[in-house]
């Protein structure tokens, strides 16, 4: 909501079977409906009814974007430096639509098979994103301009949880060692188990990751799945939702990331991860045409629906 350019008023003609709640609004040449899961709710499942709900009132969307948190996972031998704060972007694969479900599946001698593969995104989301990268060969992001407007217009947004939480909060732990059991906070995690890590040059602001996400119906909190994970797919996140939605409901998705899906929960980051995440999806919707958005067939008829 803090990334429109203008809001709305409320929606009227909700369909009765419709339980969403909306903002609506404007970003860029685009007129935007928003909504979120309900309060407490994680799953695949509740991300594809909230997207089912949403069709039964909004008949003439042409595309969606997932955006939000994940965990990240770095791969530092492949030079893959995934930070807490950075942008995964689902892209497609040669064989994959940017998302693969790893809890759906079959398990076999030597660990989890893959099953089925997820939709691609919208054509006119992809050729905006290849564009947004070359462009960001060039220049820097915009993320961190949507970031400064954001807080000075919401500058309450800075007292509640959203500004840069500092690179000191930021530590990777070794795969083999989990959390201590007992404690709640990393305090008393032992300093030497810390992956040493360069510090970035000039700008602590977030790099954006292109490649697979990997989404599930259980939350990851252990380092070796994390890394089962991430050699059997080469995804770069993981999250909850955006396996829901990728049969029926075109989209392309975003996170923000706000842990390393291990056992040292970091609450931290959680906040700036969205924002984040928010900003950049602000930024690629300013590289989607208007007017191919309009030619596109709304999901309803893409869905068969």
């Not at 990777?172 to 300093?191: E, F, I, S, V, W």
Request: proline share 6%.
């Amino acid at each position: 909501m803090a990334m429109l350019d203008e809001k709305h008023e409320k929606i009227t003609g909700q369909d009765p079977q419709d339980h969403n709640s909306y903002c609506l609004g404007r970003v860029h040449d685009h007129n935007v409906v928003i909504a979120c899961l309900p309060a407490g709710v994680y799953g695949t499942t509740p991300a594809a009814t909230v997207a089912k709900d949403m069709l039964r009132t909004f008949k003439e969307l042409r595309f969606g974007l997932m955006v939000g948190i994940g965990g990240g996972i770095p791969d530092l031998e492949k030079g893959i430096d995934i930070r807490l704060g950075d942008i995964v972007v689902s892209q497609p694969t040669d064989t994959n639509g940017g998302v693969i479900q790893y809890d759906r599946g079959k398990h076999e001698e030597g660990g989890l098979m893959q099953k089925g593969i997820l939709n691609t995104p919208p054509s006119v989301l992809l050729t905006a994103l290849n564009f947004l990268q070359a462009e960001h060969d060039l220049e820097e992001s915009q993320v961190m301009t949507y970031l400064s407007t954001m807080f000075e217009r919401h500058p309450r947004m800075k007292d509640t949880g959203y500004a840069f939480p500092g690179v000191e909060h930021d530590r990777l732990y070794r795969t083999t060692y989990p959390h201590p059991g007992g404690l709640d906070a990393c305090n008393q995690c032992d300093p030497a188990e810390v992956v040493e890590r360069k510090p970035r040059p000039r700008t602590t602001a977030p790099l954006i990751h292109y490649g697979v996400i990997a989404s599930g119906n259980r939350v990851i909190k252990n380092a070796a799945e994390r890394e089962e994970i991430r050699k059997k797919y080469g995804a770069k996140s993981v999250e909850m939702e955006a396996a829901g939605l990728m049969k029926d409901f075109p989209c392309l998705v975003v996170r923000g990331v706000c842990d390393y899906a291990d056992s040292h929960k970091n609450d931290w980051w959680q906040k700036y991860a969205a924002v984040a995440a928010a900003a950049y999806a602000k930024e690629l919707l300013f590289y989607v045409s208007a007017e191919k958005t309009w030619h596109e067939k709304p999901i309803q008829l893409v869905a068969g629906k």
